[in-house]
DNA sequence: AGCTTAAGTCTACGTGCGTTGACTTCTTAT
DNA sequence: ATAAGAAGTCAACGCACGTAGACTTAAGCT
């Protein structure tokens, strides 16, 4: 039989220090707060103390956990999909739904919440501090340019990642950071018609025609 | 006859205390050093101390002139431009062309030191001061969503204006704050040309077509 | 049972920041 | 000539933060 030991605070309890009995999930605990505070509060206002707060543990134990608020980033803020096998199965088939096939997946993964956490905070991290920032333009630069590249033998890979993935940002920006309406409430399925043109176009189509957008038929 | 009184900072001076002679332009300089900071750094990384330094000023002296940093943020990063003047400028004439005339407009203005910093330490600073924020939300939400429904008489003009606010806020990212190449380096006129069909899609197409970007014709 | 290790708290150090108040020097208007 | 005010510096306060170290309690292995 298993018995489970819930561990309730009081203020009669005078053992306040040293380790929890039963299995406490402390750790999950913090990973979750932090990437909730990162989302929200961005990586500079982010605190350890805050996040020790929200995961009801003292401060000390992030640092015990996880060496410092850096590596907390780094531990926490971790892609919940791998851009090099997914593009390639993004890229793959029709061509002329290229752009709708990656509206689908990007927006579909940013309503998982946990996704949209770990986007937004790194996005958001970006902003202040470097190393973010280094990630987003590895990430969006560099992982899936090589997709791009070899998965639509299209020219321009790396220009064509690059504008796929401002637009992006943006979204990410204006739908979960600065949250201007009705975008930021805007249904999914709305979202993805309103974005897979423009993948559409950053992906396979031209990029110096002056035209509205209307490609020679059979180019997109 | 004018005569320029050229202040030098000298080991030997004693006198480093008290007004400085002559006009000496300070409250420019930390201006300057502000718009700087702030469009480099982020709002919570730019510090008033380092201000100070770059204008070759006293920290104090900042404060006294703009009465605290929030103040000082707010003083100095003020729009190069008004949209109430110069959207509806773009938004007439041929409406098959208005994707590509907000374009211009839009890299043109970055195009310009003073107003790319501008801009991109407002975006930045949307990032963690809540106040900045809500200026992007103001002015991408409200102040153009206005003309653009005036100048256009199209439907959904929130939602116009905010697909198009998401593009330009995820340029300003790309380009100036994460810097990716080969976008952050690309020549303004291939910028142009890679964007007009978005906005001009967002601003007059079809939003709910899962089509590759080709509005019937006469439509866009 | 006993020993090692992991989980957890407490206290406190050091740093950098925004901001304040007192003080000094120069400009300007009377 | 002089007084008022603007421009400018200096020193310091208080606060919040990241982090370190000593300590305590529970878990797990032999």
Do not use: C
């Amino acid at each position: 039989m298993l018995t489970y030991t819930v561990w309730v605070a009081s203020s009669k309890d005078r053992r306040r220090t040293g380790r929890r009995p039963g299995a406490s999930g402390t750790r999950e605990a913090i990973t979750d707060a932090a990437r909730h505070q990162f989302a929200e509060l961005g990586y500079d206002r982010a605190t350890i103390r805050g996040v020790a707060t929200e995961a009801g543990v003292d401060p000390a134990l992030v640092v015990h956990f996880f060496g410092s608020k850096q590596r907390l980033f780094l531990s926490v803020m971790t892609l919940p999909f791998e851009p090099e096998e997914a593009m390639p199965r993004i890229l793959a088939g029709r061509r002329s739904e290229v752009g709708l096939r990656l509206a689908q997946f990007a927006v579909g993964i940013l309503e998982e919440p946990k996704a949209q956490r770990v986007v937004t905070g790194i996005i958001r991290a970006a902003t202040s501090e470097p190393e973010a920032a280094r990630m987003v333009r590895d990430l969006f630069a560099e992982r899936v340019v090589g997709a791009i590249a070899e998965g639509l033998a299209v020219a321009d890979a790396r220009l064509r990642a690059n504008l796929v993935s401002s637009q992006v940002i943006g979204l990410v920006m204006a739908r979960y950071v600065v949250r201007v309406e009705p975008l930021a409430s805007l249904p999914p399925e709305a979202l993805i018609k309103a974005i897979a043109p423009t993948f559409q176009r950053y992906l396979v189509g031209p990029l110096e025609a002056q035209g509205a957008g209307a490609p020679k038929p059979g180019a997109a």
